[in-house]
């Protein structure tokens, strides 16, 4: 627990992240959820909590929000040594605006890039002179197609780690997928992330594997000691079976009180009861390892049908998106901007200038940023494209 604790405290996507008004918090207190809720942040920087009241956090980062919940909680003498866990639940959303075909917010995730979050508002549009030969359609299906590719690239990754899945492969032979629109890194990335998920979806099911195998270990366990005292019990209800058939011989001859006989009777019930229930208690021990058998075969194939499926939804997407991408290359083709319908053909697309406004301590900054560049919460992309399409 203590260890699982550690990975929220310390994770490096919350680690430095800075909370401002707009974002939404989930603050959990560990053993007292009374306190815990998901919490926005207002426009004077201050959350509510649950006998807390008003807390300023715009400012601060999450390890510095976490410090003043856990002292307020001390301090107000409602927890001693709170463990308190904060975390993003909804970041401020991007605001993309300029040439792109979908002006407005873009939700942030973590690790957005610039390039992303024009993709996120539909991606590339340029408004023109009216006596200019309308390049706007073009430009938007050299977007689209961009985006298209993205997506190809995402599906294929993702079939090669479903048949991987399915096949318990370590390997994610992803190596293969490429496209030529798009940067070497994204690619990476894509496959990285599938790669993630495939080694996540790996160990779980080795997990539990493991579980079983140890549930059906004990259960051995179990069998091997009531066998071991089934056993026991036998041999004792032999030699008490023994002593009762002297005990009525010495009652017959006047040589045993009968009450003695009595007793050594209650005895020999007694024992045979026990005989019973440890036999009981194997049979149930048996079925539990049955039982744990076929549970741990039963998520096994219930997890291989899901595989299944995805994978079929998977192949069916891959072969809509081909499909979509080789119709936007076409259309691209007539008028030079690609090179060929094919899936990983390159295009010709022109190069989008990236401004970001971002509020500071200071006022508001504005930066030229790449493609590849992060953007933060709150951040104002502005997309400006300088080159005409040759009419």
Known sequence: ????????????????TTVERGDLLNVEVMDAEMFSRQARVDADGVIMLP???????????LDQIRNIIASELESAGLLRRPVVLVEF????????????????????????????????????????????IAPEAL????????????QLVQTKARIVRLKAALTDSENLEAETLTADSLPSKTVTEVVGIERRLLRDQLDRKSSQRTHGRALEALLDLELEILSRQAELQEEESVVQTEELTNAKKLVDQGLMPRPRLQELMREKSRLSR?????RAYAARAEQAKETARFELADK?????????????ETERDKVRIEAELQALRARLLTVGLATSIDNDSALAAPEPRLVVRRDNAHGLDETA??????????????????????G
């Open 1 to 16: 627990m203590l260890f699982f604790l550690q990975l929220l405290l310390f994770s490096p996507a919350w680690a430095g």
């Open 300 to 312: 096994e194939a219930v997890t291989r049908i899901s595989l299944r499926r995805e994978l079929q």
């Open 369 to 390: 940023v790449a493609p590849g560049d992060p953007v933060q919460p709150g951040d104002v992309l502005e997309v400006m494209i300088d080159t005409a399409l040759p």
């Open 139 to 150: 430009i938007e299906a050299v977007a689209r197609s961009q985006a298209v590719a993205f």
């Open 51 to 61: 006998a807390l009241g008003g807390l300023t956090v715009a400012g601060n980062d």
């Open 274 to 278: 026990d005989l019973l229930e440890t």
């Open 89 to 132: 639940a909804e970041y401020r959303p991007v605001y993309v605006g300029g040439a792109v075909a979908k002006p407005g917010v873009v939700e942030y995730l973590p690790g957005m890039t610039a390039q992303q979050a024009v993709i996120a508002a539909g991606g590339l549009s340029l408004r023109t002179k009216e006596d200019d």
